[in-house]
């Protein structure tokens, strides 16, 4: 399936119309990254359904289409921003723990660990009954059934999973759950008056848009809507743990505030911020804002016309719905790691070349909520909008392999430099990716610097 076809299909799923597809070049080809998986083409058609759906925006509050263009190469870059983070021309924080990363157990089998936030790493020491120390928790492993230290994590709220292969999965009942999930769904939950886009010099003038999320995913979406013209807000709490990388790599062009939900003058603070909240976007776990008075329909309530965004490990139905999870989890558990391995000829888990499930999934949710906002303009209406990210990967999947895409070298500095551009930040001088996706009218950009969080008060600007 070419790039055209994959990205008809995603505007069918999001409401967006075909006709901006004739704006559109794509440029470049697979393999550009080191992997049997079409990493590139995902990253290329993800990135250009945001642009189109900001191109689609800009349309209807101005009555101008304008040219848009993605070139493949700087987009699977972009899938892969975090790691060319630098600050004051040095390295960015480690994006991962020391234990974090892949073992393998006494039955022959593997399993990965995430261990990134201290009370996951501690939980997993805890169950392993061992030092904080890459060899004695190898050593603790093979002491363990894959499956069995699986089922314990996710029995004590934990995040790690065994290696299966891709048939493996294809029978597991999460699988078979998400087989019954749109790649990305968009429902309509209340009655709203339209509301129609004022002027604006850029798609996402005077959008306003409540990002609750961490890591890469939902950060990567409220990213992705900044680069537009959106007022986005990044709402978290002193006492949640974060990976400092990530933080200043997606907080480009974003508002930072504190907002702790346990106190009630938090939660009043959440209220008025959501009254005059266009979007919101969060990555709790299904069913956990409702404990604090913000699931969907209470949101909706609270702002008729909200466009709500929820991002999920494994998506809302099936038996690991309520599981905790990361990319790099996903891609062991549901086949993708296996495949690569077997493709590469290596041994153990091979991880794909990028966090390509978190990028796409963040790209998507940030189309869809664009789709939609030109869609509320005419129709009105209070949206629902679910992405996850098994079923990215599931999505990744089904666009076939590349026969040689271990040909390909890693790309080195220079393969990367002309993507780069350096800005001042909240932390010194920011080197980071620019946004793959060229318009020609209203060219991406963040006209915020990247701060630490809690920078700014929950008030919006």
Not at 156 to 171: F, I
Request: include cysteine; charge should be negative.
């Amino acid at each position: 399936m070419e790039t055209l076809e994959i990205l008809q299909d995603i505007c069918r799923q999001i409401g967006l119309p075909l006709e901006g597809l004739n704006d559109l070049t794509l440029m470049g080809r697979e393999p550009v990254l080191p992997s049997s998986f079409r990493v590139g083409t995902a990253a290329q058609a993800s990135i250009a359904a945001s642009a189109l759906a900001a191109a689609q925006v800009w349309y209807q509050r101005s009555g101008k289409r304008q040219a848009i263009s993605v070139d493949m190469r700087h987009a699977s870059i972009e899938f892969r921003s975090e790691r060319y983070l630098k600050i004051d021309g040095g390295p960015a924080p480690a994006l991962w723990d020391k234990i974090a990363g892949t073992y393998e157990t006494g039955d022959g089998r593997w399993v990965r660990l995430h261990t990134n936030f201290p009370h996951h790493r501690d939980g997993v020491l805890e169950i392993l009954g061992c030092a904080n120390d890459p060899e004695a928790v190898a050593a603790a492993l093979r002491q363990w059934r894959g499956q069995d230290f699986e089922d314990a994590a996710a029995e004590n709220g934990l995040v790690a999973t065994m290696m299966r292969s891709p048939e493996e999965w294809q029978t597991h009942p999460q699988a078979q759950a998400l087989d019954q999930q749109p790649l990305i769904s968009v429902e309509r939950i209340g009655d709203a008056p339209p509301r129609p886009l004022p002027p604006g010099a850029r798609p996402l003038d005077g959008i306003r848009v409540l990002d609750l999320t961490r890591i890469i995913a939902g950060p990567v979406c409220g990213r992705t809507l900044a680069a537009h013209g959106a007022d986005v807000m990044r709402v978290t709490a002193p006492h949640l743990p974060s990976i400092a990388a990530l933080v200043t790599d997606a907080g480009r062009g974003k508002l930072s505030s504190h907002i702790d939900l346990r106190q009630e003058a938090g939660r009043e603070s959440l209220r008025q911020l959501i009254a005059e909240a266009d979007i919101l976007v969060q990555g709790y776990r299904p069913g956990g804002l409702e404990r604090w008075g913000f699931g969907t329909e209470e949101v909706a309530k609270m702002r008729p016309g909200i466009i709500y965004v929820s991002l999920s490990a494994y998506g809302h139905q099936g038996p690991w719905s309520m599981r905790r999870g990361f990319d790099s989890l996903v891609q062991t558990a549901s086949g993708i790691n296996f495949a690569e391995v077997e493709a590469a000829g290596a041994n153990g888990p091979k991880p794909l070349p990028c966090q390509a499930l978190d990028h796409a999934s963040g790209y998507f949710m940030a189309a869809a909520a664009m789709a939609t906002l030109a869609r509320r303009a005419d129709e009105g209406g209070s949206w629902h909008i679910r992405v996850a990210l098994a079923r990215t990967g599931r999505w990744l999947q089904s666009l076939g392999r590349v026969a040689n895409g271990f040909d390909v070298a890693e790309p080195d500095e220079a393969d990367v430099d002309e993507f780069l551009e350096e800005r001042p930040s909240g932390y010194g001088m920011l080197t980071a990716v620019r946004h793959a996706a060229h318009l020609s009218e209203t060219p991406a950009h963040w006209a915020r610097p990247s701060m630490p969080l809690g920078s700014h008060p929950p008030v919006w600007p």
